[in-house]
């Protein structure tokens, strides 16, 4: 059966183009000019994904997603919003979008979007519609940098993570808070068991209880069966908690005794389990002065705060970024079947003096649509949203710079040393650093030729 998308946009000749180009990919689609029209549709059909603008007349697409999470769908949504709102997609994010695409959309980056956000789907299968995220004990990569603010950062990880303290993980949006969490679950004790990541930022209230710590058959209507609550999943290992400042007073309440009895107790039963479960949660909030403010209980936030980390953002790592840029240029070529080898002089003197206020996950958005629409070997800058040239010329920088591979050859040097450093890491084995990479195995050997390793 063909999926089913509700497009939410109220330019009638945008929308009525995008309905018509989707429905040629084979997708059944329906179209809502207003927040309004979008909630009746809602009520009638069975979607499979939401594609709408930010923007609305009578609302936003931020509030279309709150409303649906309300009534308990999980579906895949993107948000569609112009380059000087970065700032609301990150947020849009954070709530729980699956994506964002920037105006004027290209139609092949939406295209895979969608295709990525239906794979995961399938992949995760429900899963992926919860804001759950059960994933393998295999150590994912994690790019250490060269700064000294990256130095520190993986300093404070190397330090914390054999022990079985709490951590507060602080950053802006899009900092790399849960591939910090996964790192010092990679490095514990506690490497071999569970980890459970969950977003609180996308858990309603009623919904939170039962995901974090379960209930019994008949605790309250519609609890046909037993259900396991995230605690539980993770017993042994370690249960992520990203966005940790969205969780309302009664399940703080709750949270904090788990932590100091490390015990739970179901929705709707008499028992007690015992659990054995490192916590690590995010936050970009300042919790200190939500405390302060009475929005988070102090008790708790003290028991949480056995060492705090914070992530610094990009802006502030511009000795990184030609190894963040090399990274997921690689990982953009292994998914989109490219060959693009790095960006030119001019792309890369942008993307330094860019603020890059959605950070790393920017970055690679940035990156990965830059690969997709690249046709030769490097990236130039007509491959970047216009929006972000124009906010870079606003600054006063000049982009009419003739093509330069000095920045390629950078990159290739941070290539050569991040196959080095992995490949070491792992003791030469080269399946294990090949999935380290997010490369095959092939792929792996040829570069080893190539850098003579």
Same mark, same amino acid.
């Given at each position: 059966?063909?999926?089913?998308?509700?497009?939410?946009?109220?330019?009638?000749? $945008?929308?009525?183009?995008?309905?018509?180009?989707?429905?040629?990919?084979?997708?059944?689609?329906?179209?809502? &000019?207003?927040?309004?029209?979008?909630?009746?549709?809602?009520?009638?059909?069975? $979607?499979?994904?939401?594609?709408?603008?930010?923007?609305?007349?009578?609302?936003?697409?931020?509030?279309?997603?709150?409303?649906?999470?309300?009534?308990?769908?999980?579906? /895949?949504?993107?948000?569609?919003?112009?380059?000087?709102?970065?700032?609301?997609?990150?947020?849009?994010?954070?709530?729980?979008? &699956?994506?964002?695409?920037?105006?004027? @959309?290209?139609?092949?980056?939406?295209?895979?979007?969608?295709?990525?956000?239906?794979?995961?789907?399938?992949?995760?299968?429900?899963?992926?519609?919860?804001?759950?995220?059960?994933? +393998?004990?295999?150590?994912?990569? $994690?790019?250490?940098?060269?700064?000294?603010?990256?130095?520190?950062?993986?300093?404070?990880?190397?330090?914390?993570?054999?022990?079985?303290? +709490?951590?507060?993980?602080?950053?802006?949006?899009?900092?790399?808070?849960?591939?910090?969490?996964?790192?010092?679950?990679?490095?514990?004790?506690?490497?071999?068991?569970?980890?459970?990541?969950?977003?609180?930022?996308?858990?309603?209230?009623?919904?939170?209880?039962?995901?974090?710590?379960?209930?019994?058959?008949?605790?309250?209507?519609?609890?046909?069966?037993?259900?396991?609550?995230?605690?539980?999943?993770?017993?042994?290992?370690?249960?992520?908690?990203? #966005?940790?400042?969205?969780?309302? &007073?009664?399940?703080? @309440?709750?949270?904090?005794?788990?932590?100091?009895?490390?015990?739970?107790? /179901?929705?709707?039963?008499?028992?007690?389990?015992?659990?054995?479960?490192?916590?690590?949660?995010?936050?970009?909030?300042?919790?200190?002065?939500?405390?302060?403010?009475?929005?988070?209980? #102090?008790?708790?936030?003290?028991?949480?705060?056995?060492?705090?980390?914070?992530?610094?953002?990009?802006?502030?790592?511009?000795?990184?970024?030609?190894?963040?840029?090399?990274?997921?240029?690689?990982?953009?070529?292994?998914?989109?079947?490219?060959?693009? #080898?790095?960006?030119?002089?001019?792309?890369?003197?942008?993307?330094?003096?860019?603020?890059?206020?959605?950070?790393?996950?920017?970055?690679?958005?940035?990156?990965?649509?830059? @690969?997709?629409?690249?046709?030769?070997?490097?990236?130039?800058?007509?491959?970047?949203?216009?929006?972000?040239?124009?906010?870079?010329?606003?600054?006063?920088? @000049?982009?009419?710079?003739?093509?330069?591979?000095?920045?390629?050859?950078?990159?290739?040097?941070? #290539?050569?040393?991040?196959?080095?450093?992995?490949?070491?890491?792992?003791?030469?084995?080269?399946?294990?650093?090949?999935?380290?990479?997010?490369?095959?195995?092939?792929?792996?050997?040829?570069?080893?030729?190539?850098?003579?390793?």
């Amino acid at each position: 059966m063909n999926k089913k998308i509700l497009v939410v946009e109220d330019d009638v000749s $945008f929308a009525n183009i995008l309905q018509g180009f989707l429905t040629q990919k084979q997708y059944v689609v329906e179209v809502a &000019y207003s927040y309004k029209r979008a909630g009746e549709l809602w009520a009638r059909f069975d $979607f499979d994904m939401v594609i709408s603008d930010y923007r609305l007349p009578d609302g936003t697409g931020l509030e279309f997603m709150q409303f649906i999470r309300d009534k308990g769908a999980r579906v /895949p949504f993107i948000i569609m919003t112009a380059f000087h709102d970065i700032r609301t997609a990150v947020r849009s994010m954070k709530s729980g979008a &699956y994506d964002y695409i920037t105006k004027p @959309v290209n139609p092949d980056e939406l295209l895979m979007l969608i295709e990525s956000g239906f794979k995961q789907q399938e992949q995760h299968g429900a899963d992926a519609n919860t804001a759950v995220k059960k994933e +393998s004990n295999n150590k994912i990569p $994690f790019i250490k940098g060269e700064s000294n603010l990256s130095k520190q950062l993986y300093e404070y990880i190397e330090l914390v993570a054999p022990t079985n303290m +709490s951590v507060i993980i602080q950053g802006e949006s899009g900092t790399g808070k849960e591939y910090v969490a996964r790192t010092i679950h990679a490095n514990s004790a506690r490497a071999n068991k569970p980890f459970v990541a969950i977003d609180c930022g996308v858990l309603t209230n009623d919904l939170a209880s039962s995901e974090l710590f379960g209930y019994v058959k008949g605790a309250f209507t519609g609890a046909l069966q037993n259900k396991k609550g995230q605690f539980e999943f993770a017993n042994g290992g370690t249960l992520f908690l990203d #966005e940790i400042g969205n969780l309302n &007073y009664d399940v703080q @309440v709750k949270l904090l005794r788990t932590l100091q009895e490390k015990v739970i107790q /179901p929705m709707g039963a008499n028992n007690t389990v015992k659990i054995d479960v490192r916590i690590l949660v995010a936050t970009n909030d300042d919790l200190l002065a939500n405390v302060k403010a009475n929005k988070f209980r #102090e008790d708790l936030y003290h028991r949480l705060n056995e060492f705090n980390i914070k992530t610094p953002p990009l802006r502030k790592r511009n000795v990184d970024l030609a190894l963040f840029v090399n990274h997921f240029i690689t990982q953009a070529n292994h998914e989109l079947n490219k060959q693009v #080898e790095g960006v030119d002089q001019a792309v890369f003197d942008m993307f330094l003096a860019y603020d890059w206020p959605g950070n790393l996950r920017e970055l690679k958005n940035v990156v990965k649509r830059a @690969v997709l629409l690249t046709k030769g070997n490097y990236i130039l800058p007509d491959v970047l949203p216009d929006e972000m040239l124009c906010e870079v010329n606003n600054n006063n920088f @000049v982009t009419e710079v003739e093509p330069d591979t000095s920045v390629a050859t950078d990159l290739k040097s941070a #290539e050569k040393m991040l196959i080095e450093k992995t490949l070491k890491e792992v003791k030469y084995n080269k399946t294990k650093a090949a999935q380290l990479l997010n490369i095959d195995r092939k792929t792996l050997y040829n570069k080893m030729q190539k850098y003579d390793l």
